[in-house]
């Protein structure tokens, strides 16, 4: 520890005296973080407070080598929930975090995950290391879930799967692969994004640009725009791309579009690099929610595709995903197999076993996954109703003419309403409605019985505050 030395030198100085002179030294009293020594020199002043002799005091001010660390500004999404919680009003709503929650709004496990948990119990499973790349029961229900079962790319080994720390964990691998063996590409993201896509790039030290996906006036999808960008972008990038339920607009393109779209990567020789986080989850359906993926990978596209089960399998907290990158041979795939474990390994050596055993035995148990398949359906047609639900609520409400339909448009658990920071501050500050600054709410944190509130703060938002 650094310290900072203080000498105070006076001629019959009584001992209260030198203590005030450090006590008021620069107005920061600090003496349980010092030490104070006093040295006699001459005459004992104590027994003679007329001695002409010197008292000496020295004080040691401990400074901490981190002292040039700044504080860090709270999660743009994270925060929501902290003041959330600080709020003591009996009417606030979190509509921040992308967490499922049931019309009673509280924090859903599955039933199904309940039962596989269960069986896990009565197997008497260890908790040995798993190997760098994961369980492998995991990969393989994962991949094939991803691509279909019977995907030649699986038949043919040419998919390289990883299980990693849920989405970002493994989003984060796939950026340190691009870092490592593609030095200089540059990373397409979409404007706007979710909020960690650009802290995951930043970290691993790949650059990015955006791309226009974002249409205000239209509140849909600038898809001109995107379309545009892609083209100029310099060849050879990756391109970010929401597999399904973009976060945070809820707005995805059509399948024509999504053809289009690999058209032009396909004439660029860029990358697709796909974030699947609600497989399932957003239309209810697995295999709809997969479409766009697999219509890259049948064109024989080298793709790259990270996956996370917090959502569609309600595995928040237990870090369960993967990346997964399918190549164009089987010698190549291995290869790219064996440098994500070597970049795995000094990041968090290998992966939990829990969440990968639960979604190992989901996927693998025919009765468990028919089970999984109809909750998912009932959680994803809750939030197609309280979105049904808020554009009613909204368009009855309010007599201005304004065009909400995009509220239907959108799919998933979330909404962008199109409102700006300031409005989005008037949702918090007088309506207790906690989202994100950029207007995205969570539609699977509302209830039913919240929406006519949630339409009245809305409205009163989008027209009063500019």
């Known amino acids: 520890m650094a310290s900072s030395v203080l000498s105070v030198a006076s001629h019959s100085v009584s001992p209260s005296a030198s203590l005030s002179m450090h006590e008021t030294h620069k107005g920061k009293p600090k003496l349980g973080g010092s030490c104070l020594r006093f040295s006699k020199e001459g005459t004992n002043h104590f027994a003679n407070s007329r001695s002409s002799g010197r008292i000496s005091m020295t004080v040691a001010v401990n400074v901490s080598r981190f002292e040039g660390i700044p504080m860090a500004p709270p999660d743009p999404i994270l925060g929501v929930s902290e003041a959330f919680k600080a709020d003591t009003s009996d009417i606030k709503l979190n509509l921040g975090v992308g967490a499922y ?112 996906y974002y249409d205000p006036k239209t509140v849909g999808l600038d898809f001109e725009g995107m379309i545009e960008d892609i083209k100029s972008a310099p060849e050879g990038s990756f391109v970010l791309l929401h597999g399904c339920a973009h976060n945070p607009t809820g707005i995805d393109p059509t399948p024509e579009q999504w053809e289009k779209i690999a058209d032009v990567i396909q004439q660029k020789n860029h990358i697709p690099f796909f974030d699947v986080a609600y497989q399932g989850f957003a239309s209810g359906s697995l295999d709809e ?86 909750e998912m359906e009932m959680m994803a047609g809750r939030i197609k109703n309280v979105r049904q639900k808020l554009y009613d609520s909204i368009s009855s409400k309010d007599k201005s003419g304004k065009d909400w339909s995009f509220i239907l448009k959108q799919i998933g658990m979330f909404s962008y309403t199109g409102l700006n920071k300031t409005q989005s501050d008037n949702m918090t500050n007088k309506w207790h409605v906690y989202m994100t600054k950029d207007g995205r709410i969570s539609l699977a944190g509302l209830s039913l019985a919240k929406c006519e509130y949630l339409a009245d703060a809305i409205i009163d938002s989008f027209h009063n505050v500019s």
């Open 289 to 374: 929610d997969a479409a766009s993926v697999r219509s890259f990978v049948s064109r024989g596209m080298e793709v790259l595709v990270a996956q996370s089960y917090s959502k569609n399998l309600g595995l928040y907290a237990e870090r369960i995903g993967a990346i997964n990158v399918i190549s164009s041979s089987p010698e190549s795939a291995a290869r790219v197999k064996s440098q994500l474990k070597r970049l795995a390994r000094p990041m968090y050596s290998n992966p939990p076993v829990h969440g990968a055993r639960i979604v190992a035995d989901i996927v693998g148990n025919p009765t468990l996954f028919n089970e999984w398949r109809a």
């Open 101 to 212: 929650r049931t019309e009673e709004l509280h924090p859903y496990v599955l039933d199904v995950v309940k039962k596989a948990e269960k069986l896990m119990l009565e197997r008497g499973e260890n908790k040995e290391y798993l190997p760098i790349e994961g369980l492998a029961a995991f990969n393989k229900a994962t991949a094939e879930l991803l691509l279909g079962a019977d995907n030649p790319a699986i038949k043919e080994q040419r998919v390289a799967t990883v299980q990693g720390l849920s989405g970002t964990g493994s989003l984060r691998l796939g950026a340190a692969l691009i870092e490592r063996y593609f030095q200089g590409a540059k990373v397409l993201i979409s404007s706007p994004t979710w909020g960690n896509h650009k802290n995951i790039f930043n970290d691993a030290r790949v650059p990015w640009s955006e791309y226009r």
